[in-house]
């Protein structure tokens, strides 16, 4: 008898359901060869859920998710002409994503930044930038600084409207995250590199402060640090440098997309949002509305993000490994997504389904052996 799992499962907007129907499938298999239960429990979340529960994270959503293992989300949000017809405060990225960051207070954020050395000539950098592939684990903080931050907007003494957000943080929340991150570079290659802004921003300062005082309990890591502008360009001149980076919250979000953009992919980030009780899993791009119902979107950073909750919420890590080697094979077998370059022949460009369908055989394969 395996295990029993209660999960959220919340399909958001656009591509989000097309790409779901290809994740969840992940968990159909791992019943049948490994008899784990998976709890599966659908909930509305996101532009749809305002537009019939009149809000983006229902109620029901938040009790469905207080009782889950863990959360499974997709990407939510409309376009720019269709989150006009939902109050500002409903729209899903106000409204839905960081209500729910803020519920579970998943302050860490781990987003993979990753191309196996099959999957190398998706990258738009030169092969001999790339060399064999790119692997680096990017943490964010997820629950504080600007996105978090006392907000006000008015108009001034001298007639001028103005706006003030706050870059707030504590020393426990900075404390807490840099601790996540030295336990993955201890892990890994003991290399961490330190994203800051200490020479404009007194955030910093603090952080790297309480980054002294974290390092002692880890004497193995060694830490780079580097300016976030200067990381911006390291990351494209030479990616191969880095193994973890942690950095603050808005930083992170600039970052990890630079991360996509190396990848030659958005659709290769998936990541897992990790709380003190409950982590939630979602890839790190949008709803793309503009592809939504072609079948053409790129499900790889939503099965990832079931890789990473079998192995972080699940301690399936043997299972996650599987699915991650699965995806891998498809690409390496030649298959490519519409988003992604480079892949050879259009031949090989293969639909949201069919990508799920390749994957989902390898894996039945692998999970057999
Ligand atoms: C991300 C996204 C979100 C963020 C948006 C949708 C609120 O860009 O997860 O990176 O800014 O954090
Ligand atoms: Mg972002």
């Known amino acids: 008898m395996g295990n029993a799992y209660k999960i959220a499962v919340l399909a958001g907007d656009a591509i989000g359901p097309e790409i779901m129907a290809q994740a969840v499938r992940v968990f159909d298999l791992l019943h049948t060869h490994r008899d784990h239960a ?3 429990i659908e909930a509305p979340f996101g532009a749809h859920a305002y537009f019939s529960h009149g809000q983006s994270f229902p109620e029901e959503t938040q009790a469905i998710c207080d009782s889950a293992d863990a959360i499974l989300k997709g990407p939510v949000g409309l376009s720019f002409e269709d989150s006009q017809k939902i109050p500002p405060e409903e729209q899903a990225e106000r409204g839905a994503i960081l209500p729910l960051r803020a519920r579970y207070q998943t302050f860490a954020n781990f987003r993979p930044i990753y191309l196996s050395p099959d999957m190398a000539h998706f990258s738009p950098l030169k092969p001999e930038i790339i060399k064999d592939g790119i692997d680096i684990l990017l943490i964010r903080e997820l629950v504080g600084g600007l996105y978090f931050g006392p907000k006000e907007r008015g108009v001034n003494a001298e007639g001028l409207r103005y706006v003030h957000e706050t870059l707030a943080y504590d020393e426990a929340q900075i404390r807490r995250v840099l601790k996540v991150a030295f336990e993955q570079a201890q892990a890994r290659s003991c290399r961490l590199h330190n994203i800051h802004k200490s020479n404009v921003l007194m955030s910093s300062l603090l952080w790297n402060e309480v980054l002294d005082e974290v390092r002692e309990d880890f004497p193995s890591v060694e830490v780079i640090p580097m300016l976030v502008d200067a990381a911006a360009t390291a990351m494209c001149l030479n990616p191969g440098q880095f193994d973890v980076m942690v950095m603050e919250n808005m930083f992170g979000d600039i970052l990890s997309d630079q991360g996509g953009g190396i990848l030659g992919s958005l659709g290769l980030m998936p990541s897992a949002c990790v709380g003190p009780d409950k982590a939630y899993y979602e890839p790190s791009h949008g709803s793309a509305p503009d592809i939504a119902g072609q079948n053409i979107a790129n499900p790889y950073s939503m099965i990832g993000s079931v890789a990473m909750l079998l192995e972080m919420s699940c301690g399936l890590k043997e299972e996650s ?15 490519t997504t519409a988003d992604l370059k480079g892949g050879g022949s259009s031949a090989n460009t293969v639909t949201t389904d069919v990508f799920g369908d390749l994957v989902i055989e390898k894996l039945d394969a692998l999970l057999k052996a």
Request: proline share 0%; glycine share 6%.
């Open 38 to 40: 998976f709890d599966l």
């Open 321 to 335: 490994e599987l699915v991650w080697q699965a995806m891998k094979s498809v690409f390496e077998a030649g298959y």
